[in-house]
């Protein structure tokens, strides 16, 4: 059974910084394209970067501006989100994902899901 479990969010001042981190167990990691997407009230989900299996293509949505850095770690079958510089607009639940066959900046052929970690970042 394929788990993605995130962690690390939580309630955070503007400017501050989060780590995100996502735990996945139940497939072979290292062959899976990894993405991170938001999803704010009232809000459709949204792209936040994705990270190819091996970690050499990285894709940012434009809001991340730099503020964002995501990096993985495949002997801890683990990626991470690193933010940097939130603004009260990155309040959202963060989703990582996995993809056998990765979409760069899409959510397409993602084929599984984490349960999501609340960020809020308040002014």
């Known amino acids: 059974q394929v788990q993605l479990i995130e962690s690390g969010g939580g309630l955070v001042q503007a400017g501050g910084s989060l780590r995100l981190s996502c735990a996945a167990s139940?497939?072979?990691?290292?062959?899976?394209?990894m993405g991170w997407f938001r999803q704010a009230p009232g809000k459709e989900r949204e792209f936040v970067a994705d990270?190819?299996?091996?970690?050499?293509?990285?894709n940012y949505a434009g809001y991340t501006k730099g503020r964002f850095t995501i990096s993985r770690d495949n002997a801890k079958n683990t990626v991470y989100l690193q933010m940097n510089s939130l603004k009260p607009e990155d309040t959202a639940v963060y989703y990582c994902?996995?993809?056998?066959?990765?979409?760069?900046?899409?959510?397409?052929?993602?084929?599984?899901w984490g349960q999501g970690t609340q960020v809020t970042v308040s002014s």
């Open positions: 990270i190819s299996a091996s970690g050499g293509a990285i």
């Open positions: 994902a996995a993809a056998r066959r990765l979409v760069a900046g899409s959510a397409l052929g993602h084929d599984y």
């Open positions: 139940g497939l072979t990691f290292s062959t899976y394209g």
